[in-house]
């Protein structure tokens, strides 16, 4: 592919206009395959989002981008750089902390009781940039230094390899922090220096218990992700039609245990979903026999 000069301003950067056709071409492409609904409102928020990506192959127009993105090549090498730029990443420490304070006070000894386990597996799909997978490990291990003892793997799954990176790296800015229990953050974080000021680190302690994978909800590989005991889907289904959603609930339903846990965001519903969920309390549903 030949590459053209990116259109600069004296003054600085001219935006690169993504015309409606080219809109198309992207917006059909992302629903079918991340499931991500874009419809012609949010011609100005692809557009915006994508400049960086025309702007770092030096490529002027959106037609010779969108040629190139659906070229051998560029699914191979771009596909990944553009979900980056175009999901939402929006997600922080212990968000709806409603779901964790059921954990700790009933969910999990019910659940490790009727079950009569001591080991469990838990999976946070879509966990963006990490702060819910560490969230959970925080949950767990303070479950278990208080409760009893037990073992524990959480896995983090995410579209996009730019925060499956980040979320390895674990490493946060204080305002990010700031939604920790200062008891919590001391036991758990590091405080960075130098380069690293105003950042925490989280701790191998946290760390030890959760892998992080870049896996599509929309993928017929669910049996890949394993069988869980509990599974957190959280503020994602809102970005699907009812057909995804209910594509995606009975998949994550084949992967969660009977008598386990699955919580959603506190706007999403299974209303209208023929699913083996029972709801015990707004968001969280126990997956039936």
Known sequence: MELINYK?????????????????RLSVFIENKYGIRMPISKKSMLQGRLQKRLKALNISDFKTYNDYLFSVEGLSNELSNMIDEVSTNKTDFFREKIHFDFLTSD??????????????????????????PYSISITLNEYKAIHRNIDFQILGTDISNKMISFAQKGIYGMDKASAIPQNLLKKYFLRGKNQYTNKVKVKDILKNNVVFKDFNLLSANYHKAGKHDIIFCRNVLIYFDQNLQYRVLRNLCQQLRPGGYLFLGHTESIIGFSLPLIQVKPSIFIRTA
Do not use: M
């Not at 969910?107 to 819910?132: I, M, P, T």
């Open 107 to 132: 969910g999990l000894k019910q659940y490790l009781n009727d079950n009569r386990k001591n080991n469990l597996s838990v999976w946070s799909a879509a966990c963006s940039s990490g702060e819910e």
């Open 8 to 24: 600069n301003k004296a003054d600085g950067f001219t935006p690169i206009r993504l015309t409606n056709h080219e809109f198309n």
